[in-house]
């Protein structure tokens, strides 16, 4: 065991993950020593809210840019990149637009879905959210394919920095779902803005030739990401927040808001740590297979030791949960703790599934992706509804929990299934 991790140490991606989990880590670490401070100045109803607030901008943000970041890391030369990181910041601006035109001209209609009319008019920032979520994404993958691995790091402790310290400041102001919603606005917009313009004198990006011709062909070429990606990544995104959903619906703002907690005390940073390791992976598997180089060895020595160091804090953690959670946030939010204990073995999976999530894109399986993960969302549907219909959140959780356990092991099969079936043999 000791040799397997030894050798995963020295990897190349192991040390490019080092620089980005150095500033998820210290992100994480601000966000989490803050939630204690911001359960003690919000209520749990509040928190569910604020939770359906971003669940449905995370949902809509999640096609923002119709999934053409995903396609930033492809093209061999950078001025190819370049123009498909246009035409991601164009679908974002397109989309954002819409959805604005669309609250504007529907809200009244709207307003008569429960989740919205919760929300009232803080439903007219959905957009301004969807638009600094697309703008994000996009200038982050082109800092990943330049492997600025630094600014990547500094870019997510800067925004959780920001985004701590304003809903912690409209907290003590006595503000409360506004404060929460309105301090991650600005902080996100504050971060956006910042990595936008980095990123753009960083590499001189004005200063780069843009040919509609190339425009036109790259949107073509990859239009399998919107065609089959935009989709999937909707569904995706909803999915992990459909308990949000339910409960502030079928049970309570209450639950919603234990529900929301346990979800980004732990679900966040773990996906973070997953996207970090996938966005070094990422560029140096795409670049291996560009080359026609053997990596088969290196995707097990990554898997094999993210299951080492994760398996035995996961069953620590499983013990001991619910008491974490009292101590951390008060008693009020020991519920939350029991959320998280009956999610973990989903949790585990996401850890260990989650940096490989590329791979399909790698050899064109959009299509199959897509078809997993509707499928997945509609067992999810399914095993919510049984526990509403049982009027047993509990087993709504169990069942939620188990459905994500088994597609998301099956998705991990099949991901080395066509590594083994596409890649130089090693």
Do not use: C
């Not at 990544?233 to 209450?254: I, K, R």
């Amino acid at each position: 065991m000791l040799e397997n991790l030894k050798r995963l140490f020295q990897t190349d991606v192991f040390k490019n993950f080092a620089k980005l989990l150095s500033g998820t880590t210290l992100a994480q670490a601000i966000a989490f020593l803050i939630y204690p401070l911001v359960t003690r100045l919000y209520l749990p109803e509040e928190v569910g809210i604020f939770g359906t607030y971003m669940a449905l901008a995370g949902a809509i943000g999640a096609i923002a840019t119709a999934k053409y970041e995903q396609a930033i890391m492809l093209p061999a030369k950078t001025k190819d990149g370049f123009h498909v990181l246009l035409i991601s910041l164009f679908s974002t601006l397109t989309i954002s637009f819409l959805l604005f035109l669309i609250i504007v001209l529907f809200f009244p209609f709207l307003a008569g879905i429960k989740i919205i009319y919760d929300l009232n008019t803080w439903t007219y920032l959905l957009p301004v959210s969807v638009l600094l979520a697309g703008f994000m994404k996009s200038f982050i993958m082109w800092a990943n394919r330049r492997k600025y691995f630094w600014d990547i790091a500094s870019n997510n402790i800067f925004q959780t920095s920001l985004n701590a310290a304003f809903r912690l400041g409209f907290g003590f102001a006595g503000f409360s779902t506004g404060g929460l919603i309105g301090g991650t606005l600005i902080g996100n917009g504050l971060t956006s803005a910042i990595l936008s313009v980095k990123m753009l004198t960083k590499d001189h990006l004005k200063r780069f030739p843009v040919s509609i011709k190339k425009l036109k062909y790259w949107a073509i070429h990859y239009i399998n990401f919107p065609k089959f990606e935009l989709l999937h990544s909707l569904v995706n995104n909803l999915s992990g927040n459909l308990p949000v959903l339910f409960f502030s619906t079928y049970f309570s703002a209450e639950s919603a808001g234990f529900y929301f907690l346990g979800f980004n005390v732990v679900f966040r940073p773990l996906s973070l740590i997953s996207a970090s390791i996938e966005q070094v992976l990422s560029q140096r598997i795409i670049s291996k297979y560009n080359e026609s180089k053997p990596f088969t060895g290196e995707i097990y020595s990554i898997l094999k030791g993210l299951f080492l160091m994760a398996i035995l804090p996961f069953i620590l953690f499983a013990l001991f949960t619910p008491a974490i959670f009292s101590i951390a946030f008060g008693e009020e939010w020991t519920e939350a703790g029991r959320y998280v204990q009956i999610l973990l073995p989903w949790l585990f999976m996401v850890l260990l599934a989650g940096p490989f999530s590329f791979i399909p894109s790698v050899f064109y399986k959009q299509r199959k992706a897509m078809l997993i993960e509707i499928i997945y969302f509609i067992m999810r549907i399914l095993a919510l509804i049984i526990g509403i219909v049982n009027k047993d959140l509990y087993l709504a959780l169990l069942l939620f929990g188990i459905t994500g356990f088994v597609i998301l092991s099956y998705k991990l099969f099949w991901y080395l299934s066509l590594i083994h079936k596409n890649t130089v043999r090693e």
